[in-house]
């Protein structure tokens, strides 16, 4: 089948010559033949010179290159690709660690698949697709899964119903691909956690916080803690790992907070120690006095498009606020933004008028940002998308 090609306005070349992996919809000068949502197309520069193939999607970000290099996008290309990226897990360690069994299997972007999104918990792979392209080669994803992985393997579960574009007009229902799964603990630094991927958010645990929920134990220690946003419990088990002297955990989600509970309890059995909230982070916050030594602020992405961007940082600035106000003189903050479209500087920034308004004064411990196996591509920025910072709060 021939592929649709696709020739870009003179001068819109530039970022894919320094291999950024997007095409916008107004840098096409000319689409030649049809073309329908999800299609492999190849595009080029105005003088007819090859610049990258990939996948088309209707909307701004129009093509999302796969490779480029001019090759077939058959499944030789993603059984290479997916071997890519699990190589690179191995070579960190990842597979043979007995203490942490949950990673990033596959990062978009990151791992040059743009729009897909793999995550393993303890031989469970979660797949969450973000392009209609990654869509129409599910199955053979599927099955170089299951070739590559071996052993290794024990179920892929399908979580993407939300994360499809809604152009696409797809209907899609969630489910196992291959096998079922009952086992869903994991180990995470040694501590044990129950993952729900098929009611949870995201994949069902939010993996990219395990650097950072390790840097949080070792500032615990005799503290009272507040995790607030709370989700699954994640930070609160590490506060009290850390040997916490207090954790409240705080999140709108009754069903969360069940299982906040459930995950205390599988490390720390019957403790005293730790107290779950279901309500609203905001109003948690605004009568805290200086109960706490420690906060976590991690909240969903506020902001998921450029059109809420302005929305999104008064929120920051307004939770941030609260906090800086109300931490304990000598408190630890940790604050963090998961919007893509946040960039360092607008989220940097936002907190230091939190702290500016607060009048308190504000020393940054440490700059954080996604572990390694949420590779970030140095030619694609937006795939920084998880910013944070720790502050010490005079």
């Known amino acids: 089948m021939e592929i649709t090609k696709i020739v870009l306005k003179s001068g819109k070349d530039q970022s894919l010559l320094r291999f950024h992996p997007w095409v916008f919809s107004g840098a096409i000068k000319k689409i030649y033949g049809n073309i329908n949502d999800g299609d492999t197309v190849k595009v080029y520069d105005n003088k007819d010179n090859f610049l990258g193939i990939g996948h088309y999607q209707i909307g701004s970000i129009a093509v999302r290159i796969l490779s480029f290099t001019d090759q077939e996008i058959n499944a030789e290309f993603w059984e290479n690709q997916i071997i890519k990226a699990i190589e690179f897990r191995k070579k960190l360690g990842f597979f043979d660690n007995k203490n942490n069994n949950v990673f990033r299997l596959v990062h978009a972007e990151g791992d040059m698949l743009p729009g897909l999104i793999i995550d393993y918990y303890n031989g469970n792979v979660v797949m ?7 869509y129409k080669n599910i199955e053979t994803i599927v099955e170089t899964l299951k070739k590559v992985l071996g052993d290794d393997l024990k179920s892929i579960y399908n979580k993407s119903d939300k994360t499809l574009p809604h152009k696409a007009k797809i209907n899609i229902n969630n489910g196992y691909l ?35 929920r390790k840097l949080l134990e070792k500032y615990s220690k005799n503290k009272n803690v507040l995790n607030v946003f709370g989700y699954t419990g994640g930070f609160s088990v590490y506060a009290l790992g850390g040997g916490a002297k207090l954790v409240h955990s705080v999140d709108s989600s009754a ?100 702290a500016a308004i607060s009048k308190r004064n504000v020393k940054i411990l440490h700059q954080l940002h996604q572990p390694v196996d949420h590779p970030i591509n140095i030619y694609h920025p937006e795939s920084e998308y998880l910013k944070g910072l720790v502050l010490y709060v005079e």
């Open 128 to 134: 969450q697709l973000h392009s209609v392209g990654m």
């Open 178 to 212: 291959y096998k079922e799964s009952k086992n869903n603990i994991i180990t995470e630094y040694g501590y044990k956690f129950k993952i729900d991927w098929i009611d949870g958010q995201k994949t069902g645990f939010f993996i990219d916080q395990r650097e950072n």
């Open 255 to 354: 069903k969360a907070i069940d299982i906040t509970n459930e995950n205390v309890n599988l490390n720390f059995k019957d403790t005293t120690n730790h107290k779950a909230f279901a309500v609203d982070a905001f109003e948690f916050l605004k009568n805290i006095d200086d109960k706490y030594d420690v906060i976590i602020l991690d909240p969903p992405a506020f902001a998921k498009h450029h059109k809420v961007l302005h929305k999104a940082l008064q929120g920051y600035k307004k939770i941030n606020t609260r906090a800086f106000e109300q931490i304990k003189k000598g408190g630890i903050l940790f604050t963090f933004s998961c919007s893509q479209v946040v960039s360092k500087e607008n989220f940097r920034n936002t907190v230091f008028t939190a």
